[in-house]
C-alpha cells in the first residue's frame, strides 16, 4: 500500500497540535511528510522543519501551494494546523490547488467561510477531512454502531460536557502561546472554549447518536477578567422526535484535566463514555446491570477497524487521531472524496460552526431558544 505525500501549514517549533498531527500521520505507515509552511517567519520555518528532517520548506502556504500543484511529486494533501483565523485561507489556497484537506477544528472563525470551503471542496472533488479527534476511539465508533442499531431504544436524553482548568488563571498574560492565540479574536474568532472545546463535545455527541439538535438555548460566560473571548459554555437541546440534550463545556473547572464524557440514555438502555478512560465503555438496559465492554474484546465492524493492538494494550489518544490519518488515506487512494462514513469531514465542521453561531444568537438574546440552522 503506497504512502500518501502529506505537506503541513503551521506546527513549527513551539506548537502542540502540528506535533501531533505528525506523530498521528505516521503512526499506521501511510502518509509520508514531503513539505510544510511550518511558520510565516522564514527562519523559523526553516530551523522548525530541519528540526523533524523536512528538506522542502516555504514560509509562505500560498507558494507553497503553487510549488507543490506543480510538481509531479508534490503533496497529495495538506494538515492545517494553524490557528483558527488562518484555517480558511489557508484551505482555499490548496483547494483551488487541486489538494485535499485536513484541518483542525473549528473549521474557520465564520459559519460564511465554512460553507464556502463546503462548497469549493465539493466543486473540486476533493477530500476535505476536519479532525475530530475523539471520532477515531474505537469504543466511540462502537457506541455509535449501538445506537445505530437501536440497542438504546428511542434515544430520549444526550448529555455532553467537556471540562479543563487550564485556563483557570489568565495565563495567556504569562506568555503561555497556546493560551495567548486561543484568547485572541482575531486569532481565534469570536468563540473561546465555545469553539475550542465545546466544537469536540457537540461533534461527538453528534456522531455517536446521529442527531443534531433543532434548537438550543445557551448561556456564554468568560470568568478570567479581562479576557476576550469565553471560557465557559451551557447549552440545552431539543431534537426532532422529542428527545432532550445538554452540554457543557469549561475551561474554567478547577481540577479537570480533559474530561469529555458523553452520556445517552434511550427507551431501552443508556451509555455511556469517558475519553481519559477510552478503553472501555458503560451499557446499562433498564433493568439489567451495567456491562462494562473493553476495546480488546468487542468484535463490531466499526472498533476492529479502529483497534491496532491486542486485549489489555491500551489505545489512547495518538491512536485516535490516527485513525483520522488512517480513514483519510484510505479515502484518497481508492478517490472517495466525500468520507468512508467514519471520517469526520467538512460537513461535520460546517455543522460544529452552526451549533458556535446558534449559541452565540441564543447568548445575545439572554439564552433565548434558536433555531440551529
Known amino acids: ?21 505528525r506523530m498521528a500521520a ?24 530541519a528540526a523533524i528532517g523536512l528538506s522542502r520548506s516555504y514560509d509562505d502556504y500560498r507558494e507553497m501551494a503553487r510549488a507543490e500543484a506543480a510538481r509531479t511529486d508534490g503533496v497529495e ?29 473549528p473549521l474557520a472563525v465564520s459559519l460564511d467561510e465554512g460553507e464556502a470551503l463546503s462548497k469549493l471542496a465539493r466543486e473540486k472533488g476533493l477530500l476535505f477531512a476536519v479532525t475530530y479527534t ?13 445506537v445505530r442499531d437501536g440497542l438504546l431504544g ?12 487550564w485556563l483557570s488563571l489568565p495565563v495567556e498574560t504569562q506568555a503561555n502561546r497556546q493560551a495567548v492565540w486561543r484568547t485572541d479574536p482575531a486569532l481565534a474568532g469570536p468563540a473561546g472554549c465555545l469553539g475550542d ?11 455517536v447518536t446521529g442527531m443534531r439538535p433543532a434548537e438550543l438555548a445557551a448561556d456564554v460566560t468568560t470568568f478570567v477578567p479581562n479576557r476576550r473571548v469565553d471560557d465557559h459554555v ?10 432532550r440534550g445538554m452540554l457543557w463545556a469549561s475551561q474554567v473547572a478547577a481540577g479537570e484535566e480533559n474530561a469529555l464524557r458523553l452520556r445517552v440514555y434511550g427507551t431501552k438502555a443508556g451509555l455511556s463514555f469517558d475519553q481519559q478512560t477510552p478503553n472501555e465503555l458503560w451499557f446499562t438496559p433498564i433493568g439489567g446491570a451495567s456491562e462494562r465492554i473493553t476495546r480488546g474484546r468487542v468484535r463490531s465492524a466499526e472498533a476492529s477497524h479502529a483497534t491496532r ?41 460546517v455543522a460544529g460552526l452552526r451549533f458556535i453561531d446558534a449559541v452565540l444568537r441564543s447568548n445575545g438574546r439572554d439564552g433565548a431558544w434558536v433555531g440551529v440552522s
Open 197 to 207: 472545546i465545546g466544537t469536540h463535545a457537540y461533534q461527538l455527541a453528534e456522531y
Open 154 to 165: 428511542d434515544i430520549r436524553v444526550v448529555q455532553v460536557e467537556y471540562a479543563q482548568d
Open 234 to 243: 451551557q447549552a440545552m437541546f431539543r431534537y426532532d422526535g422529542g428527545a
Open 26 to 49: 505516521r503512526l499506521d505507515d501511510r502518509w509520508e511528510l514531503v513539505a510544510g509552511a511550518l511558520s510565516a517567519d522564514a527562519g523559523r520555518a526553516a530551523s522548525s522543519a
Open 1 to 21: 500500500m503506497r504512502r500518501v505525500r502529506l505537506g503541513m501549514v503551521g506546527g513549527g517549533k513551539g506548537a502542540f497540535i502540528g506535533a501531533v498531527h
Open 134 to 146: 475523539y471520532t477515531g476511539y474505537p469504543l466511540v465508533r462502537h457506541a455509535r454502531g449501538m
Open 309 to 349: 493492538v491486542p486485549a489489555g494494550h491500551p489505545e489512547g489518544y495518538l491512536e485516535a487521531f490516527a485513525q483520522l490519518y488512517a480513514d483519510a488515506a484510505t479515502c484518497i487512494t481508492s478517490g472517495t472524496t466525500q468520507g468512508d462514513g467514519w471520517l469526520t469531514t467538512v460537513e461535520d465542521g
Open 77 to 105: 494533501a495538506v494538515a492545517i494546523v494553524t490557528p483558527n483565523h488562518l484555517h480558511a485561507p489557508v484551505a482555499t489556497a490548496f483547494l483551488e490547488a487541486g489538494i485535499h484537506v485536513i484541518c483542525d477544528k
